[in-house]
T-cell receptor, first 113, second 114 residues
Framework: ETGVTQTPRHLVMGMTNKKSLKCEQHLGHNAMYWYKQSAKKPLELMFVYNFKEQTENNSVPSRFSPECPNSSHLFLHLHTLQPEDSALYLC????????????FGPGTRLLVL | GENVEQHPSTLSVQEGDSAVIKCTYSDSASNYFPWYKQELGKRPQLIIDIRSNVGEKKDQRIAVTLNKTAKHFSLHITETQPEDSAVYFCAAPTGGTSYGKLTFGQGTILTVHP
């Protein structure tokens, strides 16, 4: 349960705010992922990082800006979000991009007012 | 890209009954199929996965079967218990072969009534 941690667990922000979500993995993995989970929609992959390099941007709006300073940490910087961006944001990690078992963090529940 | 369809969207069973959830995928090159369980307010957790070199895999009360010809795979839960109540997601790799990008199904809400 503590292999992948995320902070904060809950976040309320206005559309003009800037905030950041943090993910940390303690599993020695090399690949990290950001997912968006909205009600009644499947998990949507946003970004993939492998060995700190971004390998996937799944057509995500530029108001979401990821950062991966090292293989253990992943950030998602948020600015000028819209109410429809309210969702659960999940971080995941895997050994590397080629090994598919992904381990998820508990998520950050984001509400944009 | 991969397209994953999951059915049913909701499933209600009595304790002790079996539950089956089915997923179809579109990319014939896909070779890894995980199933995740997400309890209310918690993170998705891998419960079982299967690779394309086998047709079935079992772990106690759960099993996954794979039909590569028909491009579908199913999750089977036997002797269901109330604690099995959760949302279950299937997934398949986008890009066909072993690649970290997964496409998830829409999810199945399983309710096990005591």
């Amino acid at each position: 349960e503590t292999g992948v941690t995320q902070t904060p667990r809950h976040l309320v922000m206005g559309m003009t705010n800037k905030k950041s979500l943090k993910c940390e993995q303690h599993l020695g993995h090399n690949a990290m992922y950001w997912y968006k989970q909205s009600a009644k929609k499947p998990l949507e992959l946003m970004f993939v990082y492998n060995f700190k390099e971004q390998t996937e941007n799944n057509s995500v709006p530029s108001r979401f800006s990821p950062e991966c300073p090292n293989s253990s940490h992943l950030f998602l910087h948020l600015h000028t979000l819209q109410p429809e961006d309210s969702a659960l944001y999940l971080c995941a990690s895997s050994q590397d991009r080629e090994i598919e078992t992904q381990y998820f963090g508990p998520g950050t529940r984001l509400l944009v007012l | 890209g991969e397209n994953v369809e999951q059915h049913p969207s909701t499933l209600s069973v009595q304790e002790g009954d079996s539950a089956v959830i089915k997923c179809t995928y579109s990319d014939s090159a896909s070779n890894y199929f995980p199933w995740y369980k997400q309890e209310l307010g918690k993170r998705p957790q891998l419960i079982i996965d299967i690779r394309s070199n086998v047709g079935e895999k079992k772990d106690q009360r759960i099993a996954v079967t794979l039909n590569k010809t028909a491009k579908h795979f199913s999750l089977h839960i036997t002797e269901t218990q109330p604690e099995d109540s959760a949302v279950y997601f299937c997934a398949a790799p986008t890009g066909g072969t072993s690649y970290g990008k997964l496409t998830f199904g829409q999810g199945t809400i399983l309710t096990v009534h005591p």
